[in-house]
């Protein structure tokens, strides 16, 4: 499985896009995937995860309420929705895959996409 991630920018504080993460190969339905995002100067970080089957998510506290991870199947596609984004925010971020399938929750990445910037302007 390979991992493209798309949707990065410039963006407003309070701007609201949507990354996507578009996944080669058939069996990427069957894993938890999820994003993490790392800001200039610090360490990587997680954002957010969905299960295989998409009815389970979870979010770091910081930015609970404001993204959304969402997953379609069908188009082998995961999105992450950000709404009233910070300058905080500012980060390339990094869709993956869990190691285990039917996970529900990624705790070990095993694929990682090239990343997409986003940056946010006060």
């Known amino acids: 499985v390979q991992l493209q991630a798309f949707g990065g920018g410039l963006v407003q504080a309070g701007g609201f896009p949507r990354l996507s993460c578009l996944a080669s190969?058939?069996?990427?339905?069957?894993?938890?995937a999820g994003w993490f995002r790392q800001a200039p100067g610090k360490e990587r970080e997680f954002v957010a995860s969905?299960?295989?089957?998409?009815?389970?998510?979870s979010y770091a506290d910081s930015v609970k309420g404001r993204f959304t991870i969402s997953r379609d199947n069908a188009k082998n596609t995961v999105y992450l929705q950000m709404t009233s984004l910070k300058p905080e925010d500012t980060a390339v971020y990094y869709c993956v895959k869990d190691v285990r399938p039917q996970a529900v929750v990624v705790t070990t990445p095993d694929r990682w996409g090239q990343g997409t910037l986003v940056t946010v302007s006060s």
């Open positions: 190969g058939r069996t990427f339905s069957y894993y938890a």
């Open positions: 969905i299960s295989w089957s998409g009815g389970t998510t």
